[in-house]
């Protein structure tokens, strides 16, 4: 009797670490790690996507055969040159506790600077898959081929990196997916991409608008969410704690497309449902939005500010 209450202690001790691995702790706020603007360990991956045939553009949803109610949730780690953003760990949980699939857009040098967390999230791969979102955020309509050919790469390796020191074989070698910060782009840039055999996501719904800590905030962008949410949407979130209360807004909008019948898929999965549907530059929900994000943000979109 006294071994099984043994074994039961052990199990419940090894259930706690494990549930414990995955609580937010400090180093998961913005700036808590110091700035590192070194390259990455490796600066080419080495595995090289064969190049796109066709350029398609930009990806903003997906016409979902027989218009199954069908959707996927992104949720972009974007990060300066210049400083440390967060990682949300209340979002990452809320998926994993609600089995809700999501894929990440994550900037390589976010992905450097959390990467006992991008490791976690690799090891979910069931649920979590992972695209490239830039090593810097460098705007994709600022930076020459050669900059933004670095920011691709860099990214593709830090993530290799990262699985190889995982350990994790069955995932994807690297990223297929890519997101353009800011959404910019230009034509330059769209050929650069499709080259390092990389397709361009964007979304149809950017979800998060004002501070949702407060709860009534957050269910009434819920509201407006859903109600511009279709069959074949992408909706862009934020994972890095920079926009405020996107872990309050998450749970209401869930709640209300799920009410409204609707269901969750990784955006490689949600491609194989239908035709993407394509435009030739990013925006945020407007054509020409985001262009004023030119000039805040540095010469390359980086956050720094000379060469
Ligand atoms: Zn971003």
């Known amino acids: 009797m006294k071994r099984f209450l043994m074994i039961f202690l052990i199990l419940m001790w090894a259930s706690a670490l494990y549930a414990g691995e995955w609580d937010a702790d400090q180093l998961d706020a913005r700036r808590a790690i110091p700035n590192d603007i070194t390259p990455p360990e490796r600066l080419e991956p080495l595995n090289m996507l064969e190049a796109l045939d066709t350029d398609e553009g930009v990806i903003r ?16 780690t974007c990060e300066l040159a210049t400083i440390t953003t967060g990682c949300d760990m209340a979002i ?26 991008v490791k976690q999230i690799m090891s979910e791969d069931e649920l979590f898959e992972i695209g490239n979102h830039n090593w810097s955020h460098g705007n994709c309509a600022l930076l020459s081929e050669d900059a933004l050919t670095k920011q691709i790469l860099w990214t593709q390796a830090q993530y290799e990196l990262l699985r190889e020191d995982a350990r994790l074989k069955d995932i994807a070698p690297v990223p ?24 361009v996501i964007q979304w149809d719904v950017a979800a998060e608008v004002g501070d949702n800590t407060n709860v009534k905030h957050a269910q009434r962008s819920a509201k407006k969410v859903a109600a511009m949410t279709r069959p074949g949407s992408i909706l862009l979130f934020h994972a890095n704690s920079v926009p405020k209360g996107t872990a ?22 949600l491609l194989k449902l239908g035709e993407p549907e394509t435009v030739r530059s990013g925006y945020f929900t407007t054509p020409g939005d985001n262009l004023q994000l030119d000039k805040e943000f540095g010469f390359d979109g980086t956050g720094r500010k000379s060469k």
């Open 61 to 76: 949803r997906v016409n979902v055969r027989d218009g199954e109610r069908v959707v996927a949730l992104t949720f972009d």
């Open 92 to 117: 990452i949980n809320f998926l994993r506790l609600n089995k809700i699939p999501a894929t990440f857009f994550m900037g390589g040098k976010w992905m450097r600077t959390h990467a006992r967390r």
């Open 176 to 199: 297929t997916l890519f997101r353009l910060p800011y959404g910019r782009n230009n034509e330059r840039a769209l050929k650069v991409i499709a080259s390092l055999g990389l397709r």
């Open 248 to 269: 309050n807004l998450l749970r209401y909008v869930v709640e209300e497309l799920t009410s409204r019948g609707y269901s969750f898929v990784k955006v490689s999965e």
